[in-house]
């Protein structure tokens, strides 16, 4: 079975929910005959024509607004945001609008809007997707983790980015889909053939252990399993778990895991202050820190604004290696 790459697994997404549903539509910039600026939807324009892959003008509030209508009319329209970063000028509309309006009309309608959000950068390498700088290279998911009424997804590898879009685009409520911009041309996996959906609220185990659980999210997965890989020639044995979905956490699954290993190491690459492995952190000390061997440890984004190109602001294997060895020597 051939591979295919990260962005090649959410333009099949996007294809095959088109197929099967005449009201989902793609919206955004440059999504039309141009395929999108890194190329996810590539080849829509042209099978299922401008009604259902709308171009739009440099307007994040208005089309995103727009979408957001749509889905209360009975549409499902999937967002694209060139990048992740430039979601603050539709802030408004998602926080007051798609968030709540489920609630405010008592249950009586339903936002069944995706969108789209490349975040992040090639924590693995260099070139074009290493760093784009302070204004293109954010990962901002805590902020809508802490919006009541969304759903937060950060599909890890090709697989689950095919499987978690479909899933998304069928669910009824809001769901902002985190897409790791630097693995779109660096990841690659065989996909599953025919129907592939993956549950949102599923953790999975991406390797077993029982020394150290490494919670990791997006890119630094696949640093978490090279550290996991590496250490395994000394007899550490690394549980590498990916929550796969943040809104609705899998707590069941994350705090199993931290039982069984008693030590915790949490990755990701937004900064420390705020981001969401602390409310990961959080939960498994309420569930389960008489059974921890050492106190949590994070790797995370340093609290500063992302720099150009490949630099030491984010997490890499060094410093999550040196997190497991902390954890293993402090019990």
Request: with cysteine.
């Amino acid at each position: 079975m051939s591979k295919s790459l990260y962005v090649q697994a959410i333009n099949r997404a996007l294809h095959e929910e088109m197929d099967r549903d005449p009201d989902v539509l793609c919206i955004g910039e440059d999504i039309g005959p141009m395929g999108g600026l890194f190329g996810a939807t590539r080849g829509l324009h042209e099978r299922f024509g401008a009604e259902r892959v709308i171009d739009t003008p440099i307007s994040e509030a208005g089309y995103t607004g727009a979408a957001i209508g749509m889905a209360m009319e009975g549409l499902r329209p999937v967002v694209e945001i060139q990048f992740a970063d430039f979601v603050t000028v539709a802030f408004d509309q998602l926080n007051t609008v798609a968030a709540k309006m489920h609630f405010l009309l008592s249950g009586l309608a339903k936002v069944p809007l995706v969108v789209r959000l490349p975040y992040g950068v090639n924590l693995a390498g260099e070139g074009y997707m290493s760093g784009h700088g302070p204004h293109h290279s954010q990962s901002p998911e805590a902020w809508f983790c802490h919006m009541a009424g969304m759903k937060v997804v950060m599909p890890s590898g090709p697989a689950d980015a095919l499987g978690l879009l479909k899933a998304a685009i069928r669910d009824n409520s809001p769901v902002m889909f985190f897409e790791q911009k630097g693995l779109y041309e660096t990841a690659s996996e065989a996909l599953p053939e025919g129907e592939h959906v993956v549950p949102i609220g599923k953790a999975a185990v991406v390797c077993e252990g029982s020394d150290v659980t490494v919670i990791a999210t997006g890119a630094t997965v696949g640093l978490a399993r090279a550290v996991a890989e590496r250490l395994r020639a000394e007899g550490v044995s690394l549980e590498v778990v990916d929550p796969r979905t943040l809104v609705p956490l899998d707590t069941e699954a994350l705090v199993a895991s931290a039982i069984k290993t008693g030590r915790v190491v949490i990755t990701h690459e937004a900064p420390s202050t705020g981001g969401f492995g602390g409310e990961i952190a959080a939960r498994i000390a309420e569930q389960a820190f008489g059974r921890l061997h050492a106190p949590i440890r994070r790797v995370c984004g340093l609290d500063m604004p992302v720099p150009d190109g490949k630099n030491n602001a984010l997490p890499n294997e060094e410093r999550i290696e040196a997190a497991v060895r902390n954890v293993l020597e402090s019990g």
